[in-house]
């Protein structure tokens, strides 16, 4: 278990450490907005050493000649710790990033699953031979990258460093983390589960730090061989031409505008219990949200009136409270944001049905809380329509046909996930197989699997994560040829 002390330094090269000038950002609990600690707030020099001391974990012995089976061995460990103490994470998680401890405790069960499923293939990241003319052997190797940067958002914490740490670790990479500025506790507590699971010196470092400076550092960093980011579509944009003047591979796990598409035979009990799940849970703070509904026009009506019915009944408190079913905003400033959007699609002609504003409940005023919004009306290729509000909110387009439905589907600049609802497997295929958009599910939303890629069309990223593919980015692949004459 960690103690106060070190949840408050950051961890370079086996030590927890402070910013080489002391500097420090304080953290805050989003239910009461309360100051729950500091972190150091690192800079450039910090960067330098993270960098420094994970490039030279990078050579050493200890973790580069290490038997694949027994890299594979420290993940295993460290899925069976952080399942051994997942209460306690999900704990840490809900009061410094605010979502229901249940929510957490998943995400938290996730990051295990996915150690585990790398875990597993560390030893299996195999060449091919390949046939070439002549008494000559060609084969191919797949060989780590070096220093890799994961640049992790405010929302998934705990579980979007783990997607990324785990398959370059198990690659044979050497990581830093860089948690979001507002959400730094739980991965100070991955890089802790790290050094006790067997994780050699430098191989796991976890830097705080504001985003534009540290994790602009780290892009740049002449030693940095490959990077992943999880963030909005404009720090991609930043980060893609950091990367582009030094020629160096990057991950983009961006932004979302997700329709779900719900045809007239769709079991729709079924379909608005996933729709509220995918639009409310984690505050509608999702990149996979589905803020977009479109309901065949002869149901859209009931589909309204349902979903407003059914959002207007969620429980809204403190994550720590066992009945909360939505928790607070990550922060104030985000607070504001959402709302800010919300004002813009009203001013367009949007018709909030319940929600969209603050609670009544006078326990709740210090805390970032919103009610969740159900919206309609709104400009189909209005504001709502394109902006990611990254909030609590979903509005409802009616379609006529399959054609009308996949055109409102498919016309944002993103294409992330979709869900599709129906009784009928044509319509499934046929749509599913229109859809502009990396993740796809039918009757079901949202869902994936570490074995399952999750990535994004269009601007919502480049490249995916998970699953076998996934682990292919923390490698480099070379071509050997021998001639046995
Ligand atoms: P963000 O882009 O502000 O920050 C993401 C990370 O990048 C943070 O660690 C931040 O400190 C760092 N950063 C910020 N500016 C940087 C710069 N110039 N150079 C290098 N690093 C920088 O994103 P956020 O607000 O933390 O997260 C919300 C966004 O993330 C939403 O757009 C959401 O859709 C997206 N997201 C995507 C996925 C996915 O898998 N596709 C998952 C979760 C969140």
Known sequence: MATEHAERKMYIDGAWVDAHGGATMAVHDPATNAEIGHVPKGDRTDVGKAVDA????????????????????????????????????????????????????????????????????????????????GTRLAF????????????????????????????????????????????????????????????PKGVLNVLTGPGGAVGHALVTHKAVRGVVLTGSVETGREVLRAAAERIIPVTLELGGKNPNILFADAELDKALRGIVRGAFSNAGQMCWACSRILAHESIYESVVEKLAAATAKLKIGPGADASTEMGPLVSKDHLASVVRHLEKGKAEGARLLTGGDRPADASLASGNFLRPAVV????????????????????????????????????????????????????????????????????????????????GFKASGLGSEQGIDGIHFYTRLKAVTMNLR
């Open 54 to 133: 994970a490039a030279a974990a990078f050579e050493r012995p200890d973790w580069r000649a290490m038997d694949p089976a027994q890299r594979g061995l420290i993940l295993r460990k460290m899925a069976d710790l952080i399942r051994a103490s997942a209460d306690a994470i999900a704990q840490l998680e809900t009061s410094n990033q605010g979502k229901p401890v249940k929510e957490a405790k998943g995400d938290v069960i996730y990051a295990a699953m996915t150690f585990d499923y790398y875990a597993g293939l560390a030893d299996k990241i195999e060449g091919r031979t390949i046939p070439v003319p």
């Open 140 to 199: 191919t190797v797949r060989e780590p990258l070096g220093v890799t940067v994961h640049l992790v958002p405010w929302n998934y914490p705990f579980q979007l460093a783990s997607r990324s740490v785990a398959p370059a670790l198990a690659a044979g990479n050497t990581v830093i983390v860089k948690p979001a500025s507002w959400t730094p506790l739980s991965a100070l507590r991955l890089a802790e589960i790290g050094a006790q699971a067997g994780l």
């Open 376 to 455: 309609r009306d709104a400009a189909p290729d209005g504001y709502l329509a394109r902006t990611e509000v990254f909030g609590p909110m979903l509005a409802v387009w009616p379609f006529k046909d399959l054609d009308d439905a996949v055109a409102k589907a498919n016309a944002t600049e993103f294409g992330l996930a979709a869900g599709i609802w129906t009784r009928d497997l044509k319509s499934a295929h046929d749509t599913a197989r229109r859809l502009d958009a990396g993740i796809v599910s039918v009757n079901e939303y949202p869902i994936t699997f570490p074995q399952t890629p999750f990535g």
